[in-house]
């Protein structure tokens, strides 16, 4: 497995790199002039870059030697099974509250928050006690649920509200921020190695190198964000705002009835459009597979000795390839659907969890079959989200879209949730001598929620097979979906 690691982040490093020289030749940049002209959008444009992707490089730096580490520390596997739960389950609980605190403190207090919750839950990982890393998991929680929404949130309030550029601007932001996090991703893989094997520093090193990013992360937001919401509003007017009102005067009052109307017009709109109801269960469905998967990857393939580091930029490095290849499949050269793209992604992944199903029999298993599967999956993951984002651009109205998916990963989490504690309750009940059985069995769970997230996709577009939302721009008209 040593060699077969190193010669994949290598064939795949190569593969990224010639696709994306091929992406760039058929589909040319579209980055608006006038934007990239703009001196002032340019500077902000960076300000915030800078903070944002120093908190996605520390959280990267977590992944690959978390479950390493709690077995480091003599853990069984049935306990930290519990210990991810606690994990998932405080996503589910702050998943309300990381909308309703930026209205309450702010947005750049919550994001200084994010910064010192997880350098919080990043020093639990220093301690063996098993209470502690439960309360390390729940910070992680709040935390990951602070970063999905709360510097997102920052940034198209100021870009919308203060500075007034226009929105057609707002997606060459991010779009940058994805091309940079698929970077940091098998970077971060690759020093964690470095620091936790080639310079034998274990487990909790990565965890460690995490915190000085996060406390660059809350310089920039305490001081380039500072200076530039100092902008916003002139000294004579900032007396006018009442005391203690954060964001423009707003009051607490205004902000709970605000969060809770939001939340409110959310679930009426997942409730009364059954497009909408039919991509959130396969969001539902497919990601919560994704999480069972990153409970799953290091004990299918730790005992057989890769290093988890490189392996986890194998992981990255694949999910960067299905992502090019998204791009270059719905180019105006192939034409290709986010439909039928979906569809493709969803029954890869279906097909790599049913290998594992049988490359993780006990007795008999296959890690280099397994490790095939995992890259499959990743590609797969690769191919489903931006397919899977395109469509809800157009699906869900953009005023609601906040509300709607914090309705969708309720029930991605709770599913993630329950199959983690079943795997928890098969290995308990075998008194942990058949943890193979119970990761096989997983698997084969997985395989069917895969299969029903299939069946959705397909429910979907032959609910809207002439619904021309669904379609790429350049492409409508051109016939059916499917």
């Known amino acids: 497995m040593l060699v077969t690691a190193y010669l994949a982040i290598i064939f795949l490093l190569a593969l990224c790199v010639g696709l994306e020289l091929t992406a760039r030749r058929l589909t040319p940049p579209q980055s608006t002039p006038t934007a990239v002209a703009n001196p002032v959008f340019r500077r902000f444009q960076s300000i915030f870059l800078r903070a944002y992707l120093l908190a996605l490089w520390a959280d990267w730096l977590q992944g690959p030697y978390?479950?390493?580490?709690?077995?480091h520390?003599?853990?069984?596997?049935?306990?930290?099974?519990?210990?991810?739960v606690c994990g998932l389950a405080s996503c589910v609980l702050f998943a309300p509250v990381s909308g309703w605190l930026p209205q309450v403190l702010g947005r750049r207090q919550t994001c200084l928050l994010f910064c010192l919750s997880y350098s919080a839950c990043c020093l639990t990982k220093l301690s063996t006690d098993y209470f502690v890393l439960i309360v390390g998991r729940i910070l992680g929680g709040l935390s990951t649920s602070l970063l999905t929404t709360t510097f997102e949130n920052w940034y198209v309030h100021r870009h919308v509200e203060v500075h007034d550029f226009p929105k057609d601007w707002i997606?060459?932001?991010f779009a940058k921020a994805a091309t940079w996090n698929h970077g940091l991703a098998v970077g971060a893989g690759l020093v964690a190695?470095?620091?936790?094997?080639?310079?034998?520093?274990?487990?909790?090193?990565?965890?460690?190198?995490?915190?000085?990013?996060l406390v660059c992360c809350g310089w920039v937001v305490l001081t380039d964000w500072g200076k530039e919401e100092a902008e916003?509003?002139?000294?004579?007017?900032?007396?006018k705002l009442p005391l203690g009102t954060p964001n423009g005067g707003e009051t607490r009052l205004s902000a709970r009835a605000r969060f809770s109307r939001s939340c409110f017009d959310g679930l009426r709109c997942l409730l009364s459009d059954r497009r909408v109801m039919l991509l959130g269960g396969v969001?539902?469905?497919?990601?919560?597979?994704?999480?069972?998967?990153?409970?799953?990857?290091?004990?299918?393939?730790?005992?057989?000795?890769p290093p988890l580091g490189i392996v986890f930029s194998c992981l990255m490095a694949a999910s960067m390839a299905g992502s090019l290849l998204y791009r270059l499949a719905t180019s105006t050269r192939y034409r290709l659907q986010p439909g039928h793209v979906l569809c493709l992604a969803v029954l890869m992944a279906f097909f790599s969890l049913f290998m594992l199903t049988f490359s993780t029999a006990p007795g008999q298993p296959r890690p280099h079959e397994s490790f095939l599967a995992f890259l499959l999956l990743e590609l797969a993951c690769g191919l489903y989200f931006p397919a899977v984002s395109f469509l809800?651009?157009?699906?869900?109205?953009?005023?609601?879209?906040?509300?709607?998916?914090?309705?969708?990963?309720?029930?991605l989490h709770l599913l993630a949730c329950l199959g983690l504690l079943a795997l928890h309750g098969e290995i308990s009940g075998t008194g942990g001598g058949e943890e193979g059985s119970g990761t096989s069995h997983m698997f084969g769970g997985c395989a069917v929620m895969m299969l029903a997230a299939l069946m959705a996709v397909v429910s979907l577009f032959t609910l809207g097979r002439n619904?021309?939302?669904l379609r790429l721009e350049g492409t409508r008209g051109e016939g059916e979906m499917f």
Not at 394 to 404: D, F, M
């Open 467 to 469: 619904d021309t939302d």
């Open 171 to 173: 997606p060459s932001t």
């Open 283 to 305: 969001q539902a469905l497919f990601e919560s597979v994704l999480y069972i998967f990153v409970f799953l990857w290091t004990p299918v393939l730790d005992p057989h000795g």
């Open 392 to 411: 809800q651009g157009r699906v869900i109205p953009e005023g609601k879209r906040t509300s709607v998916l914090a309705w969708f990963r309720l029930p």
């Open 73 to 84: 520390y003599s853990f069984l596997e049935s306990q930290i099974a519990i210990l991810y």
């Open 232 to 239: 916003e509003v002139p000294e004579g007017d900032k007396q």
């Open 66 to 71: 978390l479950y390493k580490l709690y077995r």
């Open 193 to 213: 190695n470095l620091l936790a094997e080639w310079l034998h520093l274990g487990p909790v090193a990565p965890f460690l190198l995490a915190i000085p990013c």
